[in-house]
């Protein structure tokens, strides 16, 4: 069952028209990526979904309990983070009882009762997420979820978008590092211009694109041995270890001889996924800014 659908949407203000016939389907517990330079329509069409403003023409159905996070949140600075979630919990109509439990969620318990005026950018972006699980949506709309995290709490973030998409929650998710999308979001949307450009998973776009290479990731407990392998193939183009992983870069119509051929050798195989890289060449094809070197989009605003 689908917890999404998009047909046709369009907004406009004044003359000026912001998203031009935007049509995409979420399926219920997927989590998508939903990238595009600013200015792009992206904001746009997460607000339109979140029903915070209306589409010019179009509809949008989704089913179940939505929540979303766009753009930076808000909160009571002179209050704690406990009362800030007890008031927005009254406000929705929610039992506050239901503020702790999220808190607790995203990490914050033990700081539940410090002014949010005392709280990094990183805890306030926690809060704004654990805001958003108080009614146990089924639907979640997050913008920049990692914004002001350090590395471990990017790492604590995701993994909690993960279990929340685990538990059958729909997530559409934006975000700047695409790093962090290819992580977590299997399927990709690109808008550019207020167009909805590519929808789909890597290697579906670089195909679609018509891209003659693609570089995959490797993880192995023996890259050493995988890279002699797959260097004896007419059809790989290039090896590249990274501590305990090994980068391939091969026509992607060979990607499905790459794991047969390991495993065969006796090499275990423990993930194979597209290198970031490969997110970043189909992100700058479709914004049509050409080929993109490594870590180029590491600072680009989606």
């Given at each position: 069952?689908n917890?999404l659908?998009?047909?046709?949407?369009?907004?406009r203000?004044?003359?000026?028209?912001?998203?031009?016939?935007?049509?995409?389907?979420?399926?219920?517990?997927e989590?998508?990526?939903?990238?595009?330079?600013?200015?792009?329509?992206?904001?746009?069409?997460m607000?339109?979904?979140?029903?915070?403003?209306?589409?010019?023409?179009?509809?949008?159905?989704?089913t179940?309990?939505?929540?979303?996070?766009?753009?930076?949140?808000?909160?009571?600075?002179?209050?704690?983070?406990?009362?800030?979630?007890?008031?927005?919990?009254?406000?929705?109509?929610?039992?506050?009882?239901?503020?702790?439990?999220?808190?607790?969620?995203?990490?914050?318990?033990?700081?539940?009762?410090?002014?949010?005026?005392?709280?990094?950018?990183?805890?306030?972006?926690?809060?704004?997420?654990?805001?958003?699980?108080?009614?146990?949506?089924?639907?979640?709309?997050?913008?920049?979820?990692?914004?002001?995290?350090?590395?471990?709490?990017?790492?604590?973030?995701?993994?909690?978008?993960?279990?929340?998409?685990?538990?059958g929650?729909t997530?559409?998710?934006?975000s700047?590092?695409l790093?962090?999308?290819?992580?977590?979001a299997?399927?990709?949307?690109?808008?550019?211009?207020?167009?909805?450009?590519?929808?789909?998973?890597?290697?579906?776009l670089?195909?679609?694109?018509?891209?003659?290479?693609?570089?995959?990731?490797?993880?192995?407990?023996?890259?050493?041995?995988?890279?002699?392998?797959?260097?004896?193939?007419?059809w790989?183009?290039?090896?590249?270890?990274?501590?305990?992983?090994?980068?391939?870069?091969?026509?992607?119509?060979?990607?499905?001889?790459?794991?047969?051929?390991?495993?065969?050798?006796?090499?275990?195989?423990?993930?194979?996924?597209?290198?970031?890289?490969?997110?970043?060449?189909?992100?700058?094809?479709?914004?049509?800014?050409?080929?993109?070197?490594?870590?180029?989009?590491?600072?680009?605003?989606?």
């Amino acid at each position: 069952m689908n917890a999404l659908e998009l047909q046709g949407v369009s907004k406009r203000f004044g003359g000026f028209e912001a998203v031009t016939d935007v049509s995409f389907t979420l399926r219920r517990g997927e989590i998508v990526g939903f990238l595009g330079p600013n200015g792009a329509g992206k904001t746009t069409t997460m607000r339109m979904v979140a029903g915070l403003i209306r589409p010019s023409s179009g509809s949008i159905v989704h089913t179940g309990r939505m929540s979303a996070m766009i753009e930076e949140p808000s909160f009571y600075p002179y209050l704690s983070g406990l009362e800030n979630l007890r008031y927005a919990a009254s406000l929705a109509g929610l039992p506050q009882r239901v503020a702790l439990p999220a808190l607790e969620r995203v990490g914050l318990g033990e700081r539940r009762h410090q002014r949010v005026a005392a709280y990094s950018q990183g805890m306030r972006q926690r809060l704004g997420l654990a805001r958003t699980l108080m009614n146990e949506p089924e639907l979640l709309l997050l913008d920049e979820p990692t914004n002001g995290l350090d590395p471990q709490g990017v790492a604590e973030m995701r993994e909690l978008i993960r279990d929340i998409a685990h538990d059958g929650v729909t997530v559409l998710l934006s975000s700047h590092i695409l790093s962090e999308v290819e992580k977590l979001a299997p399927r990709v949307l690109i808008i550019h211009k207020g167009r909805l450009k590519a929808d789909g998973a890597v290697r579906e776009l670089f195909e679609q694109l018509g891209a003659e290479a693609l570089s995959v990731v490797i993880d192995t407990p023996q890259p050493e041995r995988a890279r002699s392998l797959l260097s004896e193939q007419p059809w790989v183009a290039a090896t590249e270890i990274r501590g305990s992983t090994l980068s391939v870069t091969l026509p992607h119509a060979h990607l499905e001889r790459v794991a047969p051929l390991l495993v065969g050798a006796g090499v275990p195989l423990l993930g194979l996924r597209p290198d970031v890289e490969s997110l970043e060449t189909v992100y700058l094809r479709v914004v049509g800014a050409g080929p993109a070197p490594v870590g180029a989009m590491t600072g680009v605003r989606a």
